[in-house]
């Protein structure tokens, strides 16, 4: 890994940054961590994210929403989303809208990791 990528997070439940950023910096990655949707989002236009980790259940904005901004921004940024509600339905809108990976919440960072590791693949082929 040449690069630095850089990862943003956005969780509604801190929990779950103060868990993934130290695991996610010890594997060598960039951590961003938020708890507003809308500071994420006001982020977004000001720096270029290679991964984003969102919730989908939010207050305000769902982790629909933060896909489709993140796709306006950059179509290459890969988005995987944790959520406690999967549902088909859901997994059909954020496959139409460019999804990565899904992961069910209670996770395991490994799993979190992995799926990282994955993405990190698909930018870098």
């Known amino acids: 890994m040449g690069k630095q990528y850089e990862i943003l997070v956005l969780d509604d439940e801190p929990i779950v940054g103060d868990r993934l950023k130290p695991a996610l910096e010890a594997e060598g990655y960039g951590v961003e961590v938020f708890v507003d949707p809308r500071e ?3 982020r977004l236009p000001e720096k270029e994210f290679d991964i984003v980790i969102t919730d989908v259940r939010m207050a305000d904005i769902d982790g629909i929403k933060v896909l489709e901004r993140v ?3 950059s179509e290459r940024t890969k988005v ?3 959520t406690g509600y ?3 339905e859901l997994a059909r809108e954020a496959l139409s809208k460019g999804v990565f990976d899904f992961i069910a919440k209670p996770f395991k960072i490994q799993d979190i990791r992995e799926m ?3 993405a990190v693949e698909a930018l870098e082929g």
Do not use: G, H, P, S
Request: charged share 25%.
């Open 80 to 82: 995987l989303i944790i």
């Open 116 to 118: 990282v590791r994955k």
């Open 40 to 42: 994420a989002l006001a």
């Open 86 to 88: 999967a549902t088909v």
């Open 71 to 73: 796709k306006e921004q």
